[in-house]
């Protein structure tokens, strides 16, 4: 793991690889540990760069508040910083949000987005009580230890079929959750609301949402889909919302395509 300071932030990152960048986002209760698959199974034709958000892994905590135009300029930044130029930017989860919130502001950096199990912010995606409801939860829970929480998220993230050594990884990640870290991602990405960003996109756009994906439904997609004229859709079977995590090969493989056909 390497660190940079960008914007007074210590930002820790993970990289492999050579050729056109890839930059890895990642969701609430993570960081760049969740990209190992993808680290190992795309630098054979890409330099993938799998940044700690701030407040996560070893980044330090953001200042408050900080909002998603703090973490898109950041995230800009760090781009800068670590030499990236114009990179491919795939983002999970929250990880999605902020890629939306970075072409909003910075519209230059993307040279294409991946949008896996994307909103465009819990406000701009999901219903005010939904949203409502997963801030009170997190809220009343990210102060306890996590032995009393981490588990209750393990149905909403993955299948039945994930493998036990990657609900090991995902439980390890999520009981590292610092809680200031957490509730600034929080406080920026309920209340964010992206839809406006979603028609004036004009780069190649894949969205990757797994069919039992129970935090981010097909709803959620095709919503996007019909909004972002350069978009395809493509939904992965029986897969849940960390996709990346739960179905590595199928998953890999469709940025491979993706990014492939969109090389000039």
Known sequence: MDHIEVEGLRIAYRHAGEGPALVLLHGAFSDSRAWRPQLDGLSDAFRVVAWDAPGCGGSSDPPEPFGMAGYADCLAGFVDAVGLGRPHVLGLSFGGGLALALYERHP???????????????????????????????????????????????????????????????LAMMSETRPAGMRAMLSAFADAD?????PHIDVPTLLLYGDADQRAPLSVAEDLHAKISASKLVVLPGVGHDSAMEAPGAFNAEVRGFLRSSQP
């Open 108 to 170: 230059e950096l993307p040279r294409t987005l991946v949008l896996a199990s994307a909103y465009a912010g819990w406000a701009g995606s999901l219903p005010p009580e939904e949203v409502e409801q997963r801030r009170q939860r997190a809220l009343r829970e990210i102060d306890l230890p996590p032995e009393q929480w981490v588990r209750g998220y393990l149905p909403g993230l993955f299948t039945e079929a994930a493998k036990p050594e990657v609900i090991d990884q995902a």
């Open 194 to 198: 992206l839809r406006h960003v979603l």
